[in-house]
């Protein structure tokens, strides 16, 4: 039968930032933003943290950047801007003001541009999309500049250890491909030593290794194919023998299959924010399309 949960992600919140210069990151963001448009009642507010670190601009000023940025993008359900004013300097402290406005409004998906930065600047200098990603309970859609964006999202490549909270976020990704019309390609990657799926709880960037046997794997991605068989959700299973790293190969698959959207699970709230070097983190700095994170709702 359908899923029931319809309208799962229609209230969107556009993290934007009016003084980004780079004009490839933007427009991967606005075919993005056009994509999920698409969704039944999607409303889509873009919202900025203000900081102390921008005293010198006046609050008219950033607002009158958005509305630019707004009309750049064409978009058609667009929401009045919201401006957030933090007092604090630290990024953390204006994440986490996102993170406040967006569970008081019953966000159900915020999206985001991150640089991508790798190696030592980045551990040095942090990112607003980094600082999310570690804090936020709430799902997230992430693009990087190196993501050659589609006009249509047709194919969403869902990457699965076969992990209770992976099924969950199964559940999720058939409902997101529903909405956008597309196919899904479920992919688990199986250990040739072993010969059985590698299972990872991706906590704070430590994978914690478990294993089943191929026949048990093949029996969870055939349950996945009969949900979007129940659903009108044309999907595909398939697994691979690796002896090689695990993100090596989701990334070399999901390229290969032309996937035009990444949809992996995470915990719900990281439990060692500190710790770097996740799979989920790597990905998006990785990947050639943008990733949806999903995180259950708490």
Not at 110 to 137: C, N, Q, W, Y
Not at 248 to 277: C, F, H, Q, Y
Request: overall charge positive; some cysteine.
């Amino acid at each position: 039968m359908p899923l029931a949960n319809r309208k799962t992600f229609n209230k969107i919140v556009w993290a934007v930032n009016p003084f980004d210069r780079n004009p490839k990151l933007n427009q991967s963001m606005f075919r993005l933003l056009r994509n999920l448009e698409k969704i039944e009642n999607a409303s889509i507010q873009p919202v900025f943290v203000n900081s102390p670190h921008l005293d010198d601009v006046s609050e008219e000023e950033i607002l009158h950047q958005i509305q630019k940025i707004i009309k750049m993008s064409k978009l058609k359900t667009v929401t009045s801007p919201v401006i957030l004013n933090e007092k604090s300097l630290s990024q953390r402290a204006g994440v986490k003001h996102l993170l406040d406005y967006c569970e008081h409004k019953e966000i159900s998906m915020i999206a985001v541009a991150t640089h991508a930065r790798k190696g030592f600047p980045r551990l040095m200098l942090g990112s607003f999309a980094e600082t999310l990603l570690l804090l936020s309970p709430i799902s997230l859609m992430l693009v990087n500049p190196q993501q050659d964006t589609p006009k249509n999202i047709r194919k969403i490549f869902f990457p699965t250890d076969i992990g209770e909270n992976s099924q969950k976020a199964f559940v999720w990704t058939l409902d997101l491909a529903e909405e956008l019309k597309a196919s899904l390609h479920i992919h688990s990657v199986l250990h040739m030593y072993r010969q059985g799926v590698l299972l990872t709880q991706d906590v704070g960037g430590v994978p914690f290794p478990m294993w089943i046997t191929t026949d048990e794997a093949k029996e969870k991605g055939n349950s996945f194919l009969d949900m979007a068989k129940n659903n009108l959700v044309k999907a595909e299973f398939t697994y691979q023998a690796s002896i090689g790293p695990v993100l090596d190969s989701l990334v070399k698959k999901a390229t290969n299959v032309k996937a035009d959207l990444i949809s992996i699970a995470a915990e719900p709230r990281p439990k060692l924010p500190m710790m770097v070097g996740s799979i989920t983190r790597q990905l998006i700095r990785r990947a050639h399309c943008p990733v949806f994170i999903y995180r259950p709702i708490l």
